[in-house]
């Protein structure tokens, strides 16, 4: 069960757009699998952003958006803002597992 | 409102055990597939079990064998047996609720600490 792979690290300027990428094997990320993404400020429990691929929980703000495409997902923040700044976790199913990517630290410059 | 509190974490010596519990409110253990999440400290996230409403149970391969989880459901509570604890297993340790194959509803965590 190899990590998915994310970026260590991306940066923006507020309100442009970022993308997070996240590749897995083709039996995680790519297969019938589903992914979510997690965002996790220091010392705080991760919070849900997107599940099923791409979709929003009730609350979360429609300027993150997720998608995949073949063997990688991603997840984009458009305007970004100053409190986006925090850790991504892209997350896959694998059958009866689940599978985190190594995370990726957003800075807002 | 729904909630997760975990408790039973602390630091236990290489080869011991330990017994986290989680107590749900504002839902239902018993409908839900509940699992643990563990983060060690500066690390990424990392599934270790889930528990599904109908009974079923896995694990990741790095507890297999070591960890079990449990419900227990007049208490509303789901736990997790750590025996033969290692040094990698010393993290935070979440207990989460799952929907839609995503983790939903985590917990403040419970740390563990594995270390002589």
């Known amino acids: 069960q190899s990590a998915l792979t994310q970026p260590a690290s991306v940066s923006g300027s507020p309100g442009q757009s970022i993308t997070i990428s996240c590749t897995g094997i083709?039996?995680?990320?790519?297969?019938?699998?589903?992914v979510s993404w997690y965002q996790q400020y220091p010392g705080k429990a991760p919070k849900l952003i997107i599940y099923?691929?791409?979709k929003r929980p009730s609350g979360v703000s429609n300027r993150f958006s997720g998608s995949k495409s073949g063997n990688t997902a991603s997840l984009t923040i458009s305007g970004l803002q100053t409190e986006d700044e925090a850790d991504y976790y892209c997350?896959?199913?694998?059958?009866?597992?689940?599978?985190f990517g190594g995370g990726t630290k957003l800075t807002v410059l | 409102e729904v909630q997760l509190v975990e408790s039973g974490g602390g630091l236990v010596q290489p080869g011991g055990s330990l017994r986290l519990s989680c107590e749900a409110s504002?839902?239902?253990?018993?409908?839900?597939?509940m699992s643990w999440v563990r983060q060690a400290p500066g690390k990424g996230l990392e599934w270790v079990s889930v528990?599904?409403?109908?009974?079923?149970?896995y694990y990741a391969d790095s507890v297999k064998g070591r960890f079990t989880i449990s419900r227990d459901n007049p208490k509303n509570t789901v736990h997790l047996q750590m025996n033969s604890l290692r040094a990698e297993d010393t993290a935070v340790y979440y207990c989460?609720?799952?929907?839609?194959?995503?983790?939903?509803?985590w917990g403040q965590g419970t740390m563990v600490i594995v270390s002589s």
């Open positions: 504002g839902f239902t253990v018993s409908s839900n597939y």
């Open positions: 528990t599904y409403s109908g009974g079923s149970t």
């Open positions: 989460v609720v799952v929907y839609f194959d995503a983790f939903d509803i």
């Open positions: 997350c896959s199913s694998a059958g009866i597992h689940w599978v």
């Open positions: 099923e691929d791409s």
């Open positions: 083709s039996s995680d990320v790519g297969s019938y699998s589903l």
